[in-house]
C-alpha cells in the first residue's frame, strides 16, 4: 500500500526556516518523480516544487528560497525553506508525480500534508 | 488568479447530470498538454480523479467523465449523489511557466 507522511510544520517567524519531510512507503522514491504542492488557508492548490530524476523545478514564488532533495536510503522527501514570508503559509502536501513527461504528469497519490504558519 | 480558469462553483439535485468546465489557453491546453482532475473532499488530501482527460485511476466510478476541446477541457458527472460534493481541481502543465499549474477550484454541492 502507498503512504505518504509529511511531518515538520509549524509556526516560524518571517524570514525563518523550516524543513519539511515526507516518509514515503509503498515504493522506492527513487525510481518516481516527487512533488511538493500547497494550499493556503480556504485556497486552491499551488504546484510548488518537483524532483524528476536529478532535475529539480520550482515554482517562481519559491525560486531561490526553497530546495527540494530526497534520501533514497530513508526513502524520504525533503523541502527546506528558508526566508519564509506570511504567504508562504499553507498545508503542504508531499505527492508521487508521473514520470511521463512534463506535459503529461500528474499527481497519482498524496500525503495528508504539514501545516506551516508564517507569522510573527 | 489561477492560469486555468474553473467556475467557482456548480451545483445540482441527486441523479442529475453536470459538468465542470476547466479554460485554459496556448501555452498549457491548447499547447497539447495533458489535462488531469482530482476531488478535495472538505477535510481531506485531494484525490486523482482523472488523468490525460479521460482516463480514470482504478476506484473511480464511470459517473465519471472527461473531455478535451480546443483550449478547453471537462469534467462530466452523472447520477450525482451527495457523496460527490466536494472541490474539483483541473491541472496541466504550462510551457510559458515551465510548471505545472492547477485551475483555482470548483465547489460542487448535491442539493
Known amino acids: 500500500e502507498v503512504q505518504l507522511l509529511e511531518s515538520g510544520g509549524g509556526l516560524v517567524q518571517p524570514g525563518g526556516s523550516l524543513r519539511l519531510s515526507c516518509a514515503v512507503s509503498?515504493?522506492?522514491?527513487?525510481?518516481?518523480?516527487m512533488t511538493w504542492v500547497r494550499q493556503a488557508p480556504g485556497k486552491g492548490l499551488e504546484w510548488v516544487s518537483s524532483?524528476?530524476?536529478?532535475?529539480?523545478y520550482y515554482a517562481d514564488s519559491v525560486k531561490g528560497r526553497f530546495t527540494i532533495s530526497r534520501d533514497s536510503s530513508k526513502n524520504t522527501l525533503s523541502l527546506q525553506m528558508n526566508s519564509l514570508r506570511a504567504e508562504d503559509t499553507a498545508l503542504y502536501y508531499c505527492?508521487?508525480?508521473?514520470?511521463?513527461?512534463?506535459?503529461?504528469?500528474?499527481?497519482?497519490?498524496w500525503g495528508q500534508g504539514t501545516l506551516v504558519t508564517v507569522s510573527s | 488568479q489561477s492560469v486555468l480558469t474553473q467556475p467557482p462553483s456548480v451545483s445540482g439535485a441527486p441523479g442529475l447530470r453536470l459538468t465542470i468546465s476547466c479554460t485554459g489557453s496556448?501555452?498549457?491546453?491548447?499547447?497539447?498538454?495533458?489535462v488531469h482532475w482530482y476531488q478535495q473532499v472538505p477535510g481531506t488530501a485531494p484525490r486523482l480523479l482523472m488523468y490525460?482527460?479521460?482516463n480514470r485511476p482504478s476506484g473511480v466510478p464511470d459517473r465519471f467523465s472527461g473531455s478535451k476541446s480546443g483550449t478547453s477541457a471537462s469534467l462530466a458527472i452523472t447520477g450525482l449523489q451527495a457523496e460527490d460534493e466536494a472541490e474539483y481541481y483541473c491541472?496541466?502543465?504550462?510551457?510559458?511557466?515551465?510548471?505545472?499549474?492547477f485551475g483555482g477550484g470548483t465547489k460542487l454541492t448535491v442539493l
Open positions: 490525460a482527460y479521460s
Open positions: 524532483l524528476i530524476g536529478g532535475s529539480l
Open positions: 496556448s501555452s498549457n491546453i491548447g499547447a497539447g498538454n495533458d
Open positions: 491541472q496541466s502543465y504550462d510551457s510559458s511557466l515551465s510548471g505545472w499549474i
Open positions: 505527492a508521487r508525480q508521473t514520470k511521463v513527461g512534463a506535459a503529461s504528469s500528474y499527481f497519482d497519490f
Open positions: 509503498g515504493f522506492t522514491i527513487s525510481s518516481y518523480a
